[in-house]
């Protein structure tokens, strides 16, 4: 696919100051063709309540979810790094992401959520604010010096308490070729309160944090349509290029001179909990794979859809994944020069976007069948809602 002049969109991320201009000719080098990636955020503990009562306990963290991701699709000569921290107490230290991507041990204890999800039948509104978070826990901060001392070619910042700091951002900037972020890195807030247990989470906007200044260095911010507000839309898409994630709706992208809606995947929801980081993560698979930004989303919205359909971190089957990949290997372009590396982004839609919604459809077709087939123990009902789930025949 050569995607035309026009669709080849400015360097991203901006190289607007000589000296950051200087610095990344210099770094260029450096680089090199090896395609690491670095992910920052910490691993967590999700107490999962419905009415009162706990409906499951299980790993979080977007740096799971994320890796989950990125373990199951990205191209064979890609690979990544984790920088997360936990506590003593950390119960996950064997599930499979954190086997694979262990996280520096902290005095402190594991940072812990507790997400409260209404007892009410679901809202029929697609983005509507799912499940009340608590922060029960804090673990450490990751500080700039926590990061390895080499370069990157891109980064994912995915803090969920808090703990990817400004200079721990800036430093990540420094280090990879192309940063995502995930606003809820930036923008939460956590007010303490007597009762209850640990601190409401809350999100302040974006453009009063010390995180603001450092956007335009950043390739994509992905937010969810709870927290787009927050961003500043209109604002940020002339730093960066802004993914707003819309739940069953899947997601729009918006960069200077441009945007994009890109249609979703049929999922049977059982818990919406990490739905966002798979995005992610299934997004910067698709740049890895060499695919434009539009159409990369399809892969975010593909993973958003096979993590709802599970609870906690799914577990892919492997005849599902084997197909993706299959079909990202068909598809996908240049490898030799994966778009994640260069220094541009392509963010249009190619001519074979609707081939490849149509293609990966088939793919969510079989997690659904998968899914619901006696032989696998996926088959879960909606543990976070009253409502009743979809039929997976209607829904996929
Ligand atoms: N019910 C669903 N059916 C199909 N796809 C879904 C569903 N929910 C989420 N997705 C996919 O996952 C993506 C991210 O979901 P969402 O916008 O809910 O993120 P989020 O609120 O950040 O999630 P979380 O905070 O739970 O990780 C969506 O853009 C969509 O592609
Ligand atoms: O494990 C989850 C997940 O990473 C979500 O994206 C985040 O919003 C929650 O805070 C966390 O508990």
Not at 279 to 292: C, H, N, Q, R
Not at 351 to 370: F, I, V, Y
Not at 374 to 382: E, F, I, L
Request: proline share 8%; glycine share 8%; charged share 20%.
């Amino acid at each position: 696919m050569a995607p035309s002049p026009a669709a080849v969109a400015a360097a991203m991320p901006p190289a607007a100051d000589p000296e950051r201009e200087e610095e990344a000719e210099q770094q260029q080098t450096k680089w090199g063709a090896a395609l690491e990636g670095l992910v920052v955020g910490s691993y967590c503990h999700d107490v999962l309540l419905r009415g009162g009562r706990v409906v499951g306990e299980t790993l979080g963290g977007a740096a799971a979810f994320v890796s989950n991701v990125l373990d199951a699709a990205s191209p064979p000569e890609a690979s990544f790094a984790v920088v997360s921290k936990v506590g003593p107490d950390f119960a996950y230290a064997s599930a499979p992401a954190p086997a694979r991507h262990p996280s520096l041990l902290c005095p402190a204890p594991t940072t812990s959520f507790h997400a409260r999800f209404s007892d009410a039948v679901a809202s029929p509104a697609a983005h509507a604010p799912d499940r009340q978070l608590r922060r029960v826990h804090a673990c450490d901060p990751i500080y700039p010096d926590d990061l390895p001392e080499r370069r990157f070619a891109y980064g994912l910042a995915v803090g969920v308490a808090g703990e990817v700091l400004p200079e721990t951002l800036e430093r990540m900037i420094r280090l990879c070729r192309a940063v995502l972020v995930d606003a809820q890195a930036l923008i939460r807030a956590f007010d303490a309160d007597g009762g209850g247990g640990g601190a409401a989470v809350r999100h302040m906007a974006l453009e009063g944090t010390p995180y603001a200044r450092l956007l335009q260095r950043v390739a994509f911010l992905k937010a969810s349509s709870e927290e787009a507000p927050y961003v500043g839309v209109e604002t940020a898409r002339r730093r960066c290029c802004v993914i707003v994630t819309e739940g069953r709706d899947g997601c729009r992208l918006y960069w200077e001179g441009g945007e994009a809606r890109v249609a979703p995947f049929p999922a049977v929801q059982v818990d919406p909990t990490g739905a966002g980081d798979s995005y992610l993560a299934g997004f910067a698979v698709g740049l890895l794979w060499g695919l434009s930004a539009t159409d990369a989303a399809l892969l975010g919205n593909f993973f958003g859809a096979a993590a709802v359909s599970q609870v906690g971190v799914p577990t892919f089957h492997p005849k599902m994944l084997q197909a993706v990949k299959q079909i990202l290997e068909d598809k996908a372009i240049q490898r030799s020069n994966p778009c994640i590396n260069g220094a541009t982004f392509t963010f249009q839609r190619s001519n074979m976007h609707d081939e490849l919604h149509a293609s990966l459809a088939g793919a969510a077709r079989l997690m659904c069948e998968l899914q619901t087939d006696p032989a696998t123990d996926n088959n879960g009902a909606d543990i976070c809602s009253a409502q009743v789930p979809t039929s997976p025949s209607s829904a996929c």
